[in-house]
Nanobody, 114 residues
Framework: QVQLVESGGGLVQPGGSLRLSCAAS????????MSWYRQAPGKEREWVAH????????NYADSVKGRFTISRDNVKNTVYLQMNSLKPEDTTVYYC???????WGQGTQVTVSS
């Protein structure tokens, strides 16, 4: 069974940092490109960042470029999202996903507020 379990969210002040983790299981993680998405209540899901299966190709949405860093550890079957210089508009639920799969985790809540 495919599982994606996001963690690491929380409440931080503007300008603060969080590191999100997504633990993957049930598939050969190293074969798959991975992405982070976010979705605020009642809004469309937004793509945030992408990383290729080997980690050599990385892309970011303009809204997070220069602030967020996606990475992966294919031994630990985990993809990360390091979020720096957080803004209130980053507040939402964050999800990891692979386009080659149809599964989504439960997400992890990030709240940026003073």
């Amino acid at each position: 069974q495919v599982q994606l379990v996001e963690s690491g969210g929380g409440l931080v002040q503007p300008g603060g940092s969080l590191r999100l983790s997504c633990a993957a299981s049930g598939f050969t993680f190293s074969y798959y490109h991975m992405s982070w998405y976010r979705q605020a209540p009642g809004k469309e899901r937004e793509w945030v960042a992408h990383i290729s299966n080997t980690g050599t190709i990385i892309n970011y949405a303009d809204s997070v470029k220069g602030r967020f860093t996606i990475s992966r550890d294919n031994v630990k079957n985990t993809v990360y999202l390091q979020m720096n210089s957080l803004k209130p508009e980053d507040t939402t639920v964050y999800y990891c996903h692979s386009g080659a799969l149809t599964y989504w985790g439960q997400g992890t809540q990030v709240t940026v507020s003073s």
